[in-house]
């Protein structure tokens, strides 16, 4: 296993955690001001983490998102290149607005994509800074849906933080057979 060729810390429960408790159970381990989230399928880019990094230096971003692709049998697309995330109100009424950009689109067909504002990330991959830390963790533990990266987004943008996606850097999700 990895833990007995690099030193790290392993931290095992008796129970099957949801994801953000097990996210949660990292906090006392973070010592630097950013930290990566990732899924155990996604394979990097040389480089990849110092382009987040940069990304939030010089944005001043709370939360940095890369392209993230998804590798399939037949063809690999865009899953995550940006996209909507917000409650509106129509009519009285209020809803909740969420939307991918480039969803299932060929890497080939993609426009280029600049460094840019969006409103919400994927924990498939994501940089978070120092003040999501602080303001938005721990995270809600009863979230028990496939939506706890938009409750993250929302509570980052209540508080005027900012969201980017760096399309200079990708990651690549591999399907699952």
Known sequence: PAAARRPMSVVRTAHPLTPNEARNLALPFITTETVAFVDNDVLFQPGWLEGLTACAAETGAWLVTPIILQRGTRSTVAHMAGGDCRIVSEG??????HQHRWL??????LPPLRRQRTEFVEFHCVLVTQPVLEECFPLDEQLRSDREHCDLSLQVAARRGELWLEPSVTVTQVAVP
Request: no cysteine.
């Open 104 to 109: 299932g689109w060929s890497v080939d067909d």
């Open 92 to 97: 009285g009424l209020r809803r909740f607005h």
